[in-house]
């Protein structure tokens, strides 16, 4: 018997096949987890809204060819739209491991339920605490940020289990929730960056590595850097942060511009909300 799904996953842009999506039906942002809940905290949250301009992405993911799986919205897991968190999936495997907060922990048992079902080869990374929206792949390169959500311990284990990648521990301030808020690679050549916030011998690497597109300080709050590349250079990208879209469209990138902006008062956008399964 052929198995209906399975992962594979070299870099951030190459064509996305499959991809895991979780509808933010119990969303809130009552627990208050970042500094972007924080600052929205007093502003309300519509659900049907989020809900709405979720279903309005699935859609648009649907009408260019990538096939979205749905995990099952649970009630205790108001942050479980951020699908990225859960896992990663590296090569053939998905790599599933222990959330930071307290809010969040029991959402991979979801994830690891329906990976099980459906025959997926996984990995189990308990007692590593290292979360999906740190880990960005880019070929033999893998970058992980180290960060209040991803401790240094799980970075080492990743850098033993895979020796044949190049494995870069990158510090960055606790000013931001997980390394693609401040930065994410959408090419062999091209990268998103906030400066001035990780390490800055590695921001010097990844400026002698990569074109780095810079985002300014206020669409870094409105998650500039967290688009979902879809391969062929198309990119899912918010319509409020204009300076980031006029530089992808001046580099050749087709802008999808989708708004999800009551999805982002809770701390993540389009790569926040997509784990890739399949891509290639």
């Known amino acids: 018997m052929t198995n209906k799904y399975k992962a594979g996953c070299k870099t951030e842009y190459d064509t996305l096949r499959k991809v895991i999506l979780c509808e933010p039906t119990y969303m809130n942002i009552d627990s208050e987890i970042n500094e972007t809940q924080r600052r929205y905290s007093d502003k309300g ?9 979720h279903r309005s992405f699935v859609n648009k993911l649907n009408e260019q060819g990538v096939e ?19 896992g990663f999936t590296l090569g053939q495997t998905v790599y599933v491991a222990e959330m930071a907060t307290d809010v969040r922990r029991g959402e991979d048992e979801v994830l690891k339920q329906w990976l099980a079902e459906q025959h997926v080869q996984f990995q189990n990374l308990q007692h590593y605490r290292i979360e999906g929206g740190d880990v960005i792949i880019d070929g033999s390169t893998i ?9 240094h311990k799980a970075i080492k284990y990743i850098q ?47 400026y002698s590595r990569y074109n780095i ?39 050749g990138y087709d802008v999808i511009e989708v708004d999800i902006s009551e ?16 891509r290639g």
């Open 68 to 86: 979205v799986i749905l995990l099952s919205a649970k009630q205790l897991f108001p942050e479980q739209v951020f699908t990225r968190d859960i």
């Open 213 to 251: 597109i810079e985002v300014t300080k206020e669409e870094q709050f409105t998650l500039g850097t967290n688009v979902l590349s879809i391969g062929d250079k198309k990119v899912f990208s918010q319509p409020i942060n204009k300076n980031v879209n006029k530089h992808l469209r001046d580099c």
């Open 160 to 206: 033993d289990l895979l020796p044949h990648y190049e494995v870069i521990s990158v510090p960055f301030t606790d000013t931001y929730l997980h390394l693609d808020c401040v930065f994410n690679v959408l090419s062999p050549t091209e990268a998103l960056l906030y400066p001035g916030e990780i390490d800055e011998e590695i921001e010097k690497h990844l």
């Open 263 to 278: 999805i982002i008062k809770s701390g993540g956008a389009f790569r926040c909300c997509t784990m890739p399964l399949l």
């Open 143 to 151: 970058y992980i940020g180290q960060s209040d959500r991803t401790e």
């Open 45 to 53: 949250f519509n659900v049907k809204l989020a809900i709405d301009q």
